[in-house]
């Protein structure tokens, strides 16, 4: 068996990158665990992470950009965005953006999801802040920024 990743992935990742009778295997040895249908636990994995895809989401809003390590006011609860069924079907809360629920591609969302998804849990002086440190950190541009916002409400 090659290098086995550790984290939280999609099932159908692992079955790519190490096939099934790995994952099988390590699922038979307890150096993994199926977390929710579809999202499968290797080795250690952080914790807040874990949590938000046991909800029925992934990772998102403050959690995600705090682990991109962009500056965020101080909180308290694991924040996660769950897809359509999730939502429906699991008590909240649910982190949300305006317009549809965008499906799940990683445990932990890139810097732009995880952005559009933190406009219901800041407030303006908030955004400013958080978008302020994305712009200084370099991981998106004022232009970027802008082009995400532009449908919002």
């Not at 995600?64 to 999730?86: Q, Y």
């Not at 008590?91 to 949300?96: I, K």
Request: with cysteine; hydrophobic share 40%.
């Amino acid at each position: 068996m090659d290098e086995i990743p550790t984290g939280v992935f999609p099932t159908r990742e692992l079955y790519r990158s190490i096939g099934r009778a790995s994952l099988e295997k390590l699922l038979r040895e307890q150096k993994a665990q199926v977390l929710r249908k579809g999202w499968i636990q290797v080795g250690a994995a952080p914790q807040d992470i874990v949590a938000a895809v046991r909800r029925g989401g992934v990772c998102s809003c403050l959690s995600a950009l705090k682990r991109h390590h962009v500056w965020v006011p101080e909180f308290h609860d694991v924040h996660v965005r769950g897809n359509r069924r999730a939502v429906a079907d699991r008590t909240g809360p649910f982190c949300r953006r305006y317009g549809r629920p965008l499906p799940e591609y990683g445990a932990v969302d890139d810097v732009p999801t995880a952005l559009e998804h933190s406009v219901h849990c800041l407030d303006a002086e908030g955004m400013i802040v958080v978008i302020d440190s994305i712009i200084h950190r370099g991981l998106m541009s004022y232009d970027e920024v802008a082009h995400l916002f532009r449908d919002a409400p």
